[in-house]
């Protein structure tokens, strides 16, 4: 079974520039997350979807943060602008319905900001 | 506000040896408590799980303690292999009906040889 896939690997973009991280979580998985990893916070939790519909974006940072997720299969995350205190690595993470099922991750995105 | 906490960054220890990796919360609405190893470059996978109505749960040489009084878990590895040499993340959710998983900042195990 293929996992939670993840595009791009890796990023590296200007100060200003618009970056879109793409997420396919794995099929038949009703929730998603998004998570990013710094050293400071380790996993950070983003914002999750549950049925496509998000259900708590209070981790995303600041308005330049947006994600969406538009059918069951697919998930964007973006910033607009980007900034170098983005750099990090973005995880995608999905599961099945309900509290207590085990979560599974892509395997990142790369993201650095000069 | 951290509501999951990993107070050491980093532990050594000997091949062989036990690994102890500790975990704290303050949510006391958390009740199911999962353990990650994450390699580098990879995505975190996942080790082993606790249920609250438990106080202890093992899976080969994985074992996770729950002590819901103090809030704090944590991850037994008897024997440590060098191959258990990664970072450990811990993380909680609750069964408020909007579930979210909160990871702790990791620890890092380096199992020497």
């Known amino acids: 079974d293929a996992g939670v896939i993840q595009s791009p690997r890796h990023e590296v973009t200007e100060m200003g520039q618009e970056v879109t991280l793409r997420c396919k979580p794995i099929s038949g998985h009703n929730s998603l997350f998004w998570y990013r990893q710094t050293m400071m916070r380790g996993l950070e939790l983003l914002i999750y979807f549950n049925n496509n519909v998000p259900i708590d974006d209070s981790g995303m940072p600041e308005d330049r943060f947006s994600a969406k997720m538009p059918n069951a299969s697919f998930s964007t995350l973006k910033i607009q602008p980007s900034e170098p205190r983005d750099s990090a690595v973005y995880f995608c993470a999905s599961s099945f319905g309900y509290a207590g099922n085990t979560i599974y991750f892509g395997e990142g995105s790369w993201l650095t900001v000069v | 506000d951290q509501q999951v906490k990993q107070n050491s960054p980093s532990l050594s220890v000997q091949e062989g040896r036990i690994s102890i990796l500790n975990c704290d919360y303050t949510n006391s609405m958390f009740d199911y408590f999962l353990w990650y190893k994450k390699y580098p470059a990879e995505g975190p996978t996942f080790l082993i799980s606790?249920?609250?109505?438990?106080d202890k749960n093992e899976d080969g040489r994985f074992t996770v303690f729950l002590n819901k009084s103090a809030k704090h878990l944590s991850l037994h590895i008897v024997p440590s292999q060098p191959g258990d040499s990664a970072v450990y993340f811990c993380a909680a959710t609750g069964a408020s009906g909007t579930y979210k998983y909160i990871f702790g900042t990791g620890t890092r195990l380096k199992v020497l040889a």
């Open positions: 606790i249920s609250s109505i438990k």
